[in-house]
Nanobody
């Protein structure tokens, strides 16, 4: 089945930037949506951004204008460039891969925004 491995999380001061990466394996379906979701302590998981195989993007309202999602199908990788980070962005970020045949999640990577 599909396996997703995230990387790039860490500690960053407010206003800083991070780039998350998610490498997928065993991709079968070329028509798909990849994305990022996040979950902070005590809160439900929320949409950050998604990108389809046709390169259509969708962003959560709280990150519009600050985050950019992209994908490199030659590397089976999806990226999340995060700029102007705020303490409210602190969460575990999860990579997601979705097709009509299944919905897959990575293990998550911690992003902490703090001075």
């Amino acid at each position: 089945q599909v396996q997703l491995v995230e990387s790039g999380g860490g500690l960053v001061p407010p206003g800083g930037s991070l780039r998350l990466s998610c490498v997928a394996s065993r991709i079968i379906f070329t028509i798909n949506t990849m994305g990022w979701y996040r979950q902070a302590p005590g809160k439900e998981r929320e949409l950050v951004a998604t990108i389809t195989s046709a390169l259509r993007t969708n962003y959560g309202d709280s990150v519009k204008g600050r985050f950019t999602i992209s994908r490199d199908d030659a590397k089976d990788t999806v990226y999340l460039q995060m700029n102007s980070l705020k303490p409210e962005d602190t969460a575990v970020y999860y990579c997601n891969f979705r097709t009509g045949a299944g919905n897959y999640w990575g293990q998550g990577t911690q992003v902490t925004v703090s001075s």
